[in-house]
């Protein structure tokens, strides 16, 4: 069965500091691996993809299949992006399993 | 963008009622819409997958006759809560890819703060 772990429950780091959400998955087939934000009082919402390989809002996700992996990064970090951040697999067509959640916070 | 609302936002009743929470989706059609469940301080747990024009499919451990789901039109997809009692209270969020079957972009509702007393 698919599972997707996210380590850390709370993440806090200080504006301007490099952040690493950490994301583990286990899936039997090719995984697709996506990366969810929430902002405070707004609805889940699409951060990344990593078949899209991009940088968004300066975060970045590499799949390492070898490490089961797909951390996000972001080097300098913002106020703004305090957040909760979801690590989602995708399986059966467009279900999507989701991790516990880490929630960031970024200190002035 | 692709919009999802749901209604209501929140809702309270009393135990033994049922509750009924509509999902739609806005500005495009949806042939697929997915119902999950937060818990508090929680991740969502998927629950099922609303198929317009045929019957649900629910996930493991997921009573079809407790949580009802009618995908009534290609834009509503509703899930009903039967005979809810305390346990059930929740956060119910429902999503829909847009651009069909296979598309990778999910849109979410804002979801639906279920409390039942």
């Known amino acids: 069965a698919q599972r997707v772990t996210q380590p850390e429950k709370l993440l806090s780091v200080f504006k301007g500091a490099p952040v690493e959400l950490k994301c583990n998955y286990s899936y039997s087939g090719s995984p697709e691996l996506f990366w969810y934000v929430q902002y405070s009082r707004q609805r889940l919402q699409l951060l990344l993809r990593?078949?899209s390989r991009e940088s968004i809002k300066g975060f970045t996700a590499d799949l390492n299949k070898g490490e089961t992996s797909f951390h996000l990064k972001k080097p300098f970090a913002q106020e703004e992006d305090s957040a909760m951040y979801y690590c989602a697999l995708r399986f059966g067509g467009n279900m999507l399993t989701f991790g516990g959640g880490t929630r960031l916070m970024v200190k002035p | 963008g692709a919009v999802v609302s749901q209604h209501p936002s929140r809702v309270i009743c009393k135990s033994g009622t049922s509750v009924k929470i509509e999902c739609r989706s806005l500005?495009?059609?949806?042939?697929?819409m997915f119902w999950y469940r937060q818990f508090p301080k929680q991740s969502l747990m998927l629950m099922a997958t609303s198929n317009e024009g045929s019957k649900a499919t629910y996930e493991q451990g997921v009573e079809k006759d407790k949580f009802l789901i009618n995908h009534a039109s290609l834009t509503l997809s509703t899930l009903t809560v039967t005979s809810a009692h305390p346990e059930d209270s929740s956060f119910y969020i429902c999503?829909?890819?847009?651009?069909?079957?296979?598309?990778?972009?999910?849109?979410f509702g804002p979801g639906t703060r279920l409390t039942v007393l």
């Open positions: 500005d495009f059609q949806a042939t697929t």
């Open positions: 990593h078949i």
């Open positions: 999503s829909a890819p847009s651009g069909g079957i296979g598309t990778d972009t999910q849109y």
